[in-house]
Structure formats: structure tokens, C-alpha cells
């Protein structure tokens, strides 16, 4: 009797170290369709780019030749033209103090210049629009204009899960997913949800990286508040419970050597 429950032990044991070993290669790999490396690095298309709208945050920075204007646009800058590359957003707080919140009407309120409709114009033209009105005021102004509330949540089996902010005109997912460090070796590629919210409604779409049409899906281009959620694959789902199964082997084994020691003692 003895024997044999060693036996089922054993066999228990080999099950669980098959199932939590025999993942393949292809499994591991995003684009496993795509077999040419050219092919992983050209996105069809352009990238749709971002369009301000009212009540977005705007990092706008106006240089000139004039050290005193330029701290009337840039507060957060120390002295002498350009100096504020060092830090060229800042932190959170001062990003919510110092950026320029789009009114209601579409405008912008700037020092010297005054207002300006940004609304309905992506970056570029936002930028040639303060720079028109700017003329008129200030000799060769040099402007940028970015926008500092187009943040995502990447989640889940990432090595670095968090809110990751775009200050550019558009982000994908791939990118997205880079800055949270790429997935773990967890991660279901077959099946990355995207999680959108619009103004009346909340939709999760499903994305399979395994396969190039990812570069076609609706959420390839990732908008400000998606959530990216790369949900565990199966290994990790039977490495969890395998956790679980070692416990209770474990717990056999020892019963079985006390049974054994005492069998071997008392009888």
C-alpha cells in the first residue's frame, strides 16, 4: 500500500512539472506571423493625430530674445534663453500649474498675446496659429506647443505597470506597452484587452499580438484614459495552482515517511 501511494505521488508530481514546463517558443514571441523583420518595424498608415478640444492641458512655451518675456510664458524657467530644456515638462503639479487649460470656447488665454483658438487643430497647427498671433507682439518667437493630459494604464503582465503620459501627437500600443517595459513571460498575447471609455459608454476591445493584423485594429492608436490590460496566460494560471498542488504533496510526502516510520516501528 505504501508503494503504491509513492507511486501516485511520483506520477502527481511529473504531471505538474510537464504542465508548468512545455510552454513553446512561439508562445513567448509577439508577431510570430510576421517573418521578415521588416515587416515588425513599418506601421501601415499614418498616425492620426491628436486634435485639442476644450478643457485639455497644454505645455505652450514661447522663446524670444527677451529674457523677462520669456518668464512671463515659462515661469518654471531659470535664466538665460532656453534654459528650461532641462526640465521640459516639469512635474505633475507644476504641469497643472503652469500648462494652459483650453477654455469652453476652444481658446487659450496667453500672457501679452491673449487669446487664441486652439480647439479642433491638432499640435502643428496650434503651434502655427500662436506663432501668427505671437508676431504681432514679439520679434521671432520660437513655439511649441504639446499637450500634458494624454495619459494610459498599462497593466497586468507588464514589468512596469502604471500611468504612462504622451506629450506627443499620438501613441500606439506598442510603444505603450514599452514604456511599461515590455510583458513578462506571463503575459497572454493572444488576448490584450484595451478598455476605452466615451462619453456614453465603455468598450473593451481584444488585441492578438501573435498576429500582424494588430497593426489594422481600431485601438492600434491608443487615446487619452484607455486602459491596456495584458491579461496572465494559462502557465501562470497553472504555475499559481501548482503552487497549491506542492503544498499538498508536500503534506503527503510528509505523512507518508511518518507512516512509513511508524510501520517500520510499531509493526
Same mark, same amino acid.
Given at each position: @500500500?505504501?508503494?503504491?501511494?509513492?507511486?501516485?505521488?511520483?506520477?502527481?508530481?511529473?504531471?505538474?512539472?510537464?504542465?508548468?514546463?512545455?510552454?513553446?517558443?512561439? =508562445?513567448?514571441?509577439?508577431?510570430?506571423?510576421?517573418?521578415?523583420?521588416?515587416?515588425?518595424?513599418?506601421?501601415?498608415?499614418?498616425?492620426? =493625430?491628436?486634435?485639442? /478640444?476644450?478643457?485639455?492641458?497644454? *505645455?505652450?512655451?514661447?522663446? $524670444?530674445?527677451?529674457?523677462? +518675456?520669456?518668464?512671463?510664458?515659462?515661469?518654471? @524657467?531659470?535664466?538665460? !534663453?532656453?534654459?528650461?530644456?532641462?526640465?521640459?515638462?516639469?512635474?505633475?503639479?507644476?504641469?497643472?500649474?503652469?500648462?494652459?487649460?483650453?477654455? #469652453?470656447?476652444? $481658446?487659450?488665454?496667453?500672457?501679452?498675446?491673449?487669446?487664441? %483658438?486652439?480647439?479642433?487643430?491638432? &499640435?502643428? #497647427?496650434?503651434?502655427?496659429?500662436?506663432? #501668427?498671433?505671437?508676431?504681432? !507682439?514679439? %520679434?521671432?518667437?520660437?513655439? %511649441?506647443?504639446?499637450? &500634458?493630459?494624454?495619459?494610459?494604464?498599462? $497593466?497586468? #503582465?507588464? %514589468?512596469?505597470?502604471? &500611468?504612462? *503620459?504622451? !506629450?506627443?501627437?499620438?501613441?500606439?500600443?506598442?510603444?505603450?506597452?514599452?514604456?511599461?517595459?515590455?510583458?513578462?513571460?506571463?503575459?497572454?498575447?493572444?488576448?490584450?484587452?484595451?478598455?476605452?471609455?466615451?462619453?456614453?459608454?465603455?468598450?473593451? !476591445?481584444?488585441?492578438?499580438?501573435?498576429? /500582424?493584423?494588430?497593426?489594422?485594429?481600431?485601438?492600434?492608436? &491608443?487615446?487619452?484614459?484607455? +486602459?491596456?490590460?495584458?491579461?496572465?496566460?494559462?502557465?501562470?494560471?497553472?504555475?499559481?495552482? $501548482?503552487?497549491?498542488?506542492?503544498?499538498?504533496?508536500?503534506?503527503?510526502?510528509?505523512?507518508?515517511?511518518?507512516?512509513?516510520?511508524?510501520?517500520?516501528?510499531?509493526?
Amino acid at each position: @500500500m505504501m508503494k503504491r501511494s509513492y507511486v501516485i505521488y511520483f506520477l502527481l508530481m511529473g504531471f505538474i512539472v510537464v504542465q508548468t514546463s512545455c510552454r513553446s517558443s512561439k =508562445e513567448l514571441t509577439m508577431f510570430a506571423d510576421m517573418h521578415d523583420e521588416k515587416s515588425l518595424f513599418e506601421i501601415p498608415g499614418d498616425a492620426p =493625430e491628436y486634435i485639442i /478640444k476644450p478643457f485639455d492641458n497644454l *505645455y505652450l512655451n514661447v522663446l $524670444t530674445l527677451d529674457e523677462e +518675456i520669456n518668464q512671463l510664458f515659462n515661469p518654471t @524657467m531659470g535664466n538665460g !534663453y532656453g534654459s528650461g530644456t532641462q526640465q521640459l515638462f516639469g512635474d505633475r503639479a507644476s504641469q497643472y500649474i503652469n500648462g494652459y487649460m483650453v477654455a #469652453e470656447d476652444g $481658446t487659450v488665454n496667453l500672457p501679452v498675446i491673449g487669446k487664441v %483658438k486652439v480647439a479642433g487643430l491638432n &499640435l502643428s #497647427e496650434a503651434q502655427a496659429q500662436v506663432r #501668427e498671433q505671437a508676431e504681432v !507682439y514679439l %520679434k521671432d518667437p520660437n513655439i %511649441k506647443v504639446k499637450v &500634458l493630459n494624454f495619459k494610459v494604464n498599462v $497593466t497586468g #503582465e507588464v %514589468k512596469s505597470p502604471g &500611468l504612462y *503620459y504622451n !506629450y506627443e501627437g499620438s501613441l500606439n500600443i506598442i510603444d505603450a506597452i514599452s514604456m511599461a517595459n515590455g510583458i513578462t513571460e506571463f503575459a497572454d498575447i493572444k488576448n490584450v484587452l484595451v478598455i476605452r471609455h466615451n462619453e456614453n459608454e465603455t468598450k473593451t !476591445y481584444s488585441i492578438n499580438f501573435s498576429d /500582424k493584423s494588430v497593426y489594422y485594429s481600431d485601438v492600434f492608436y &491608443l487615446q487619452p484614459n484607455d +486602459i491596456v490590460y495584458i491579461q496572465p496566460n494559462r502557465f501562470k494560471r497553472t504555475r499559481e495552482n $501548482t503552487n497549491i498542488y506542492s503544498l499538498i504533496l508536500s503534506t503527503i510526502s510528509t505523512l507518508l515517511v511518518a507512516g512509513t516510520v511508524i510501520n517500520n516501528n510499531f509493526f
